[in-house]
């Protein structure tokens, strides 16, 4: 196995165009599992904790640039305000120990279904940056994942960073897991309001192939009264619509019956949140 | 491969380490400094729990070559005492094998949190398991360790 050691991000890409099948590791918290565990031994392994910029975060005119490696402990702590839904999810992550290693650019790179990042990326609008020596793009993160641990990501490309938006109204992010700590999600889900445009965005985890929208129950979300209160008529529904949303199967976590049943109570309860708090807001 | 890292302020340098390979087994194996633990291998447990750069990490999940260069403390190393004091006198430590990583958790949470409620012990010890489950003897070793830090200016 060969252990690559780049300092700079042109270094990293260079190394990852000249030899595609090497695995990037930054908090190692997927990869460092699957090596203890035999399940994966890799030609190479390209150490991207090294790599200054990977790490950091900048303000940019329409949102918060975000590096791929900048551990889940640093997004809550260092970028909280600026992407509120993605540190409440950041937040369920593991443990002290792994949210000072694991990094939302793993989440990508892994693109498992069960993600805790991507619902919120999803619903926010978020979108991610990929860069190889060929250039550097940008992928909206609903476009990101094409299937279980797939991604739209090449064999020389790495993800970067990725562009949150500036909030324009409250987030929210919930889980369901057989602990508080330390699960991989039984199902999740994210809600992002946008008062400004009187929209709502959303994002399911751990119940289809990949996170997924819910495309209808944004429709319906956008139809509401924003001049008023949340009739709990109108959560049930948007949880129902969320729930048809999801594509579930059976596994050793949870049956596809429970995801959907557990995902329409999430949706109803983090829109009710999210609502309640952009009526005190006073934006009405 | 060969990793220099500094191990509890002492510079070390390893041998023949596969790249594969953990920084856990490197210290255990390599550097003959058994404290911390091996156990589940998957960063579940917290058993491995160290401070790379000054950050607790799983041990486990830290590649060999990515502590190259890097400052690494272990329960063998200085400036955890008081907390380890305060679980012997509690009566935190059964069987033991959790301790040195818990050790380590506690720490880091009374350097950023000198007087932690109940709710933010618990959080902060989340990631380590005590299969003798002796969690209510560890969380009256936190809190007396929080209370033996309150006079001091500083923890660390």
């Known amino acids: 196995m060969e252990f690559m050691r780049p300092t700079t991000l042109a270094e990293a890409l260079a190394m990852k165009a000249a030899t595609p099948e090497a695995v990037p590791i930054a908090g190692g918290t997927d990869v460092m599992v699957e090596i203890n565990f035999d399940k994966r031994r890799p030609g190479a392994l390209l150490d991207l904790s090294s790599v200054a910029e990977l790490s950091a975060w900048d303000l940019r005119d329409d949102g918060t640039r975000i590096g791929a490696a900048l551990p889940y402990a640093r997004v809550i702590a260092e970028v909280g305000e600026r992407a509120p839904g993605l540190a409440a999810a950041a937040r369920t992550v593991g443990s002290p120990q792994i949210r000072n290693r694991g990094s939302v650019g793993g989440n990508l790179g892994s693109a498992s279904p069960a993600g805790d990042a991507h619902p919120p990326l999803l619903a926010d609008g978020s979108t991610v940056e990929i860069a190889s020596v060929r250039g550097t793009r940008t992928v909206p993160a609903r476009e990101f994942f094409t299937g279980p641990k797939k991604s739209v990501l090449e064999p020389d490309e790495l993800v970067t960073a990725v562009l949150v938006p500036a909030p324009r109204g409250p987030q929210q992010f919930a889980k369901v897991g057989t602990r508080n700590a330390m699960v991989i999600a039984v199902c999740s889900f994210a809600v992002a309001l946008d008062t400004e445009a009187l929209t709502v965005g959303t994002g399911i985890g751990s119940a289809g192939p990949t996170p997924l929208r819910a495309v209808e129950a944004e429709r319906f979300a956008a139809g509401l009264d924003w001049d008023a209160d949340l009739p709990e008529s109108a959560a049930r529904r948007f949880g129902d619509l969320v729930a048809q949303a999801a594509r579930p199967i059976d596994d050793v976590r949870g049956t596809a019956a429970y995801r959907r049943h557990a995902l329409g109570v999430l949706a109803r309860r983090t829109l009710t949140w999210a609502w309640a708090e952009y009526r005190r807001s006073g934006c009405a | ?156």
């Open chain 2, 1 to 156: 491969m060969r990793v220099r890292v500094e191990v509890n302020g002492e510079q070390r340098v390893a041998d023949d380490v596969w790249e594969g390979e953990s920084l856990l087994y490197v210290l255990r194996e390599r550097l003959g400094l058994p404290g911390s633990k091996n156990a589940c291998e998957q960063g579940e447990c917290g058993s491995c729990t160290v401070y790379l750069d000054d950050v607790a990490v799983c041990a486990c999940l830290v590649a060999a070559g990515q502590a190259e260069g890097r400052r690494v403390r272990t329960i063998e190393g200085d400036g955890l005492e008081e907390v380890q004091q305060a679980f012997l006198e509690t009566g935190a430590v059964q069987c033991g094998f959790c301790t040195p990583g818990l050790i380590v958790a506690a720490h880091d949470l009374l350097r950023r949190d000198p007087a932690p409620a109940d709710p933010d012990i618990r959080e902060a010890l989340a990631g380590n398991l005590c299969r003798c489950t002796g969690y209510e003897k560890i969380m009256d070793a936190v809190r007396l360790a929080a209370s033996r830090a309150k006079g001091r200016a500083a923890c660390d």
